[in-house]
């Protein structure tokens, strides 16, 4: 029982340390204004959260020289020939040490090709790449740049894995305490499930970190390639037959579409009108039989 409640005390120091919350000054008072003597356990826990303290704050003075942003842009191209300017871009992005991510080729009015290319480059190609797709097109009609700074959050999962891969170690060497010295089955079972737990939450962050590291070493360029108004082809040809063929199966489908329309009106509608028209029929000779009758009966009293 001791030894669950030790090993929950653990893990919420560790925690604590990742936010810094504990500086070697306030870890020396707390030991002066301590009247007991620690036990081994907790000599351990304490150095392990001065040391990673200290240890953290030099990584982080370290690594926040470096700023991680993302940068993506889209820029809208007009070229003479988009079939031609989409193979110079593969080739220029080649060249760069980038690669196409996604191509999308389609034909638009007047039988001509259209291009929406995504590329990933090297960030530090970004500014070379637009100043060369810029100087192969006739005209930019538009172009927007984006800028996405992660820094702050990516140095925040950094010391979060950090601080779960000491936690881990310590863990593992309570472990390893744990049954050279004989412990009970329920203590090791806690430990495990608290290793396989900050196992999957390591795991996490480092795959955030990589997809981070992926985003920021790689732009992305998104442009899409229309071709010049001048240089459309003025369309020339006429074909009589195929107007002909065109006209002959419009007249077809009319023809069809009437005679659809007649079969259903006698087939379904004048049934329909049949039924709801012989009560009245029959509603109209009743009174007609009725009138006759009484003015033959005036006529006999006459």
């Known amino acids: 029982m001791k030894r669950l409640i030790f090993v ?4 919420s120091t560790l925690l604590l340390a990742a936010c810094g919350a504990v500086s070697s000054r306030q870890y020396n008072m707390a030991r002066m204004e301590t009247p007991a003597a620690p036990s081994m ?4 826990v304490e150095k392990m959260v001065e040391s990673y ?3 953290a704050s030099v990584d982080t003075e370290q690594l926040l020289q470096e700023r991680k942003v993302i940068y993506n842009a889209d820029m809208t191209l007009v070229v003479a020939d988009t079939e031609a300017a989409a193979k110079e871009v593969e080739e220029l992005i080649t060249s760069m040490g980038g690669y196409v991510a996604n191509m999308n080729a389609y034909r638009g009015g007047q039988d001509l090709m259209f291009y929406d290319i995504t590329l990933r480059v090297p960030a530090e190609q970004f500014d ?3 100043t ?3 100087d192969m097109a006739i005209r930019v009609d538009s172009e927007n740049i984006n800028t996405d700074d992660i820094t702050d959050q990516y140095y925040d999962l950094d010391a979060r894995l ?4 000491a936690t881990k170690t310590e863990l593992l060497a309570l472990l390893k305490e744990t049954r050279e010295r004989g412990g009970e089955v329920e203590d090791i079972m806690s430990i495990y499930r608290e290793l396989t737990n900050i196992q999957g939450q390591i795991e996490s962050l480092q795959g955030q970190l990589k997809r981070f590291d992926k985003l920021v ?3 992305t360029i998104s442009i899409t390639l229309r071709s010049d108004e001048m240089n459309k082809p003025i369309s020339t040809s006429w074909r009589p037959l195929e107007i002909l063929y065109s006209s002959f199966r419009t007249l077809v489908s009319a023809l069809q579409g009437l ?3 007649l079969i259903y009106l006698i087939v379904v509608v004048l049934p329909i009108l049949l039924i709801l028209a012989l009560p009245v029929a029959l509603l109209f000779v009743v009174v007609r039989w009725f009138v006759r009758r009484r003015k033959a009966r005036g006529g006999t009293q006459d």
């Open 259 to 261: 005679a659809s329309i």
């Open 53 to 55: 303290g200290a240890n």
């Open 41 to 44: 356990e907790t000599v351990v």
């Open 162 to 165: 950090r601080t779960l891969q």
């Open 8 to 11: 929950t005390l653990l893990i």
């Open 128 to 130: 070379v790449v637009r």
């Open 217 to 219: 070493a790689f732009s």
């Open 132 to 134: 060369a797709l810029r």
